[in-house]
């Protein structure tokens, strides 16, 4: 038969549409192998479905304030009992990207905020020899710990300057 005598009958058959590439991959693993089923694929089978995984990811980005083991060890926003890295995996699969938030963040006035603004339009044509010159001491600190560390995400097209970072933290959590 035809590729569009295949599609003719299986359309009328089954009543749905089959492309000629179908077609082709279907002859291809059939010449290839003498039979068309699926082989067994390699690792362990998901746990979680994908509507599952999408709810997670809306948990990291709607609690900020909690870091991905404790969202494993909260048994209300994870009922399932997912790990931290199925949730931080599940939180990448739908582009959400996680800062140490600086502590200095807290500190900064809008005022603050509108002067770094201005100073980094004003140096934009600065090569990168020039900026290697400069020194912002208050950005981060030399020697973190794991305590005290505050996280933030954000969703791929975002940055951290969108964010409206000093009216107060809760106050954040309503922009998502």
């Not at 067994?40 to 997670?56: H, T, V």
């Amino acid at each position: 038969m035809s590729y569009n005598e295949i599609i003719d009958l299986f359309e009328s058959r089954f009543k749905r549409i089959i492309t000629k590439g179908t077609i082709s991959k279907v002859l291809s693993k059939y010449y290839e192998r003498g039979c068309v089923e699926n082989l067994s694929s390699p690792g362990r089978p998901q746990i979680y479905p994908e509507r599952y995984k999408r709810a997670l990811a809306r948990t990291a980005l709607l609690n900020q304030d909690k870091s991905y083991r404790d969202i494993e060890s909260d048994r209300i926003l994870n009922p399932e009992g997912a790990s931290d890295d199925t949730i931080r995996r599940s939180a990448i699969q739908q582009g959400i990207i996680t800062m140490i938030r600086p502590k200095r963040l807290n500190e900064m006035t809008d005022k603050d905020i509108e002067l770094r603004k201005q100073f980094a339009r004003e140096h934009l044509e600065w090569t990168f020899d020039d900026w290697k010159l400069g020194l912002f001491a208050d950005e981060a600190d030399l020697f973190p710990t794991h305590s005290g560390k505050q996280y933030m995400r954000l969703k791929e097209n975002q940055c951290m300057s969108d964010l409206n970072i000093s009216k107060g933290w809760e106050q954040k959590k309503a922009y998502y």
